[in-house]
């Protein structure tokens, strides 16, 4: 299915919108590591590739989405509210007790949730099995993994990505939102894992690095994994912490904004920065 890239632009707009209203009206969580994931979130859930039916989301020939970066759940709800899963207006309940929408993805309290993931490192162990029983199943099933770069000093991620290479699970794509900053501060500082592409190579995956903030260049990147045959995929997707508010960002003087809600006084300013489509 193609879906013109001016509809695509427009949702992720309404994501990053999401984003900031409920972490917000939380008073919690991460924004700016959310928003930096938009652009791959929005291709793989209404660019035509995630075969993903809201009405049946226990569809055993499903594909699986894991956010195993499961601080970024607010970009992860948004898409399936979106999507039709839930009411719109459930979003607005994040973190709030009782909701579904926990701090990080919790398969147990929502449908559609692929993984219970916020541990991080973990989230492409659990594809390399989902993909490895597709494969048992002939399903044609397609797993997708997004990890975070400082995720990627996990020793688990290199056990996953051995296996997964071994075996030759080309319906496996793992994409690592290189947004370039981790909790404690920048990426490349705490533990700089580049080149992250050629790590992978090394484990028999087929490797991509592109600018991920750019709808086009995931589009395409997911059209190549997609027809690559007989090794796993890497999308080294590289990205900016916040995109979307990064002139408000500016002006609050933190790169980072890392695991903190946009301040209410502030919440109209970052979304008309989104509406205006200033990066």
């Known amino acids: 299915m193609s879906v013109p890239i001016d509809q695509l632009h427009a949702i992720a707009k309404e994501l990053r919108k999401d984003i900031l209203r409920m972490t917000t009206e939380a008073g919690s969580g991460h924004p700016s590591s959310s928003m930096s994931a938009v652009e791959v979130v929005t291709a793989l859930y209404f660019g035509g590739f995630l075969n993903f039916d809201a009405k049946n989301p226990k569809d055993p020939n499903r594909d699986r989405f894991i956010l195993s970066k499961g601080h970024a759940a607010p970009v992860l709800y948004a898409a399936l509210a979106h999507k039709g899963l839930f009411p719109h207006e459930e979003l607005m309940t994040l973190r709030k007790l009782g909701s579904r929408l926990e701090g990080h993805p919790n398969m147990l309290r929502l449908g559609g949730i692929e993984a219970s993931t916020g541990s991080l490192g973990q989230g492409l162990s659990m594809g390399v099995g989902y993909a490895l029983a597709?494969?048992?199943?002939?399903?044609?099933?397609?797993?997708?993994v997004m990890t975070g770069d400082g995720e990627l000093g996990q020793g688990q991620i290199w056990e996953a990505a051995?296996?997964?290479g071994k075996y030759g699970l080309d319906n496996l794509t793992c994409i690592v939102d290189r947004n370039g900053f981790q909790q404690?501060?920048?990426?490349?500082?705490?533990?700089?894992?580049?080149?992250?592409?050629?790590?992978?190579?090394?484990?028999g995956w087929s490797t991509q690095v592109i600018n991920g903030n750019d709808q086009q260049e995931v589009l395409d990147a997911l059209n190549r994994a997609r027809s690559n045959k007989g090794r796993p995929n890497c999308i080294v997707s590289l990205t900016k912490k916040g995109y979307g508010m990064l002139n408000l960002m500016a002006k609050l003087k933190d790169e980072n904004f890392h695991g903190k809600p946009m301040?209410?006084?502030?919440?109209?300013?970052?979304i008309a920065e989104v509406e205006a489509g200033v990066a």
Do not use: H
């Open 134 to 144: 597709a494969r048992l199943a002939k399903n044609g099933s397609q797993t997708y």
């Open 162 to 164: 051995a296996s997964a």
């Open 184 to 203: 404690t501060g920048s990426s490349f500082d705490v533990l700089n894992m580049d080149p992250i592409d050629g790590k992978f190579a090394s484990f």
């Open 263 to 270: 301040p209410a006084k502030y919440l109209d300013e970052a």
